[in-house]
């Protein structure tokens, strides 16, 4: 499970949208699922597992993208950390009196079955130091012009602008502030452009001659959609 795959993304804003009244919970399982496959907690199916969730003090979702060496939005226990390094992504949903990390892995029973198992983990506090989505905003405007100051003194073949850059799973839900929208939105087509960057035909040396500007923009890109995905939290908590 790949962080390109959206099921955490998609997990995290349908679900903090249920969870603050904007839509109904079969509708933010029925759209995680659009995205994802079929999903299940366990051997719980995800409208069930929420459903319990938050009848056991559920009141946030939060998502975590972490990178080797990065571990953007994760606050432990070791096992948790590891297995959400491994897959590039999680989700963590804030109960009560506890944070329950939720790690995909494909879940393929047979040869006509292909969806999602969230592996359930307990996880950390909940780490405060994440930007807020104006901060986020404005390292990922600063990353795109070091990034885009590097390519262009990098010699090689002529880059086209990639047409056609698939967004789905990068939008958020009703509820979200328009500036979440456009952050995300520009977050996710960055990240399908950082996948391509490999693939526009330099040489190795040229690749590591933008190599910093990319690493540095991969980040503002991770931390632009964790903030992205909290903003709809962002008011009650300046309140």
């Known amino acids: 499970m790949r962080p390109e795959s959206p099921v955490c993304p998609s997990l995290v804003a349908w679900g903090n949208a249920w969870l603050t009244g904007h839509v109904g919970l079969d509708e933010a399982s029925d759209q995680v699922e659009a995205v994802a496959g079929p999903v299940v907690t366990g051997d719980v199916p995800l409208r069930a597992y929420l459903a319990n969730l938050r009848a056991d003090g559920l009141h946030e979702l939060r998502l975590a993208l972490p990178a080797p060496g990065d571990p953007l939005g994760l606050s432990g226990p070791a096992p948790f950390n590891a297995a959400a390094v491994d897959a590039g ?7 009560r009196d506890r944070r329950l990390g939720l790690v995909p892995a494909p879940d393929r029973r047979g040869s006509s079955y292909s969806g999602v198992r969230l592996e359930i983990h307990e996880a950390g506090p909940v780490r405060q130091d994440l930007p807020s989505l104006a ?5 990922l405007s600063a990353a795109m012009r070091s990034a885009t100051e590097a390519l262009s003194a990098a010699e090689g073949p002529a880059q086209s602008r990639p047409d056609g850059l698939s967004h789905r799973g990068g939008e958020l839900a009703p509820g979200y502030p328009g500036r979440a929208h456009r952050v995300a939105t520009l977050a996710t087509r960055l990240a399908a452009v950082l996948r391509l960057a490999d693939e526009r035909g330099l040489t190795s040396a040229q690749i590591a001659a933008r190599g910093a500007a990319l690493r540095e923009l991969d980040r503002a890109v991770r931390r632009a959609l964790v903030a992205a995905h909290h903003a709809i939290f962002e008011p009650l908590r300046q309140a």
């Open 89 to 95: 992504q999680a989700a963590i949903a804030v109960l």
């Open 135 to 139: 901060e986020a905003e404005h390292e």
